[in-house]
Nanobody, 133 residues
Framework: NVQVMESGGGSVETGGSLKLSCVVS????????VGWFRQAPGKERESVAA???????????AVKGRFSISVDIGSKDLTLNLSLQMDSLKPEDTATYYC???????????????????????WGQGTQVAVSS
């Protein structure tokens, strides 16, 4: 079974930085598309960043230039270690952030669109990020 677990949320002031981490285990190959989406209280889910096949990436306009997604593949076991480096944080970045694994062998654009669909792929439980002004 594929398991997804996030960590690294917290509270920071405007302009601060946080790094979110996600471990994806139970996969049988490395060519999964992975990404992050967020949901603020009272708002709809919003894709944030996706990392697809061949290293393709896509970011939400609201986070371009401030957030950076990356992934490392475990050398001993088949796990994906996904990170989201968040810099220059703003109060509007406050949300619960979720790691999502929506598809295999797909590009960043397709993956980005599928991150928030609960009917496909795998999600973690989420980690909270709070940015104070």
């Amino acid at each position: 079974n594929v398991q997804v677990m996030e960590s690294g949320g917290g509270s920071v002031e405007t302009g601060g930085s946080l790094k979110l981490s996600c471990v994806v285990s139970g996969i049988d190959h490395k060519d999964y598309c992975v990404g992050w989406f967020r949901q603020a209280p009272g708002k709809e889910r919003e894709s944030v960043a996706a990392l697809g096949k061949s290293g393709s990436m896509r970011y939400a306009d609201a986070v371009k230039g401030r957030f950076s997604i990356s992934v490392d593949i475990g050398s001993k076991d088949l796990t994906l270690n996904l990170s989201l480096q968040m810099d220059s944080l703003k109060p509007e970045d406050t949300a619960t952030y979720y790691c999502s694994v929506p598809c295999q062998w797909c590009g960043a654009d397709y993956c980005y669109d599928k991150l928030i669909q609960s009917s496909i792929g795998y999600w973690g439980q989420g980690t909270q990020v709070a940015v104070s002004s």
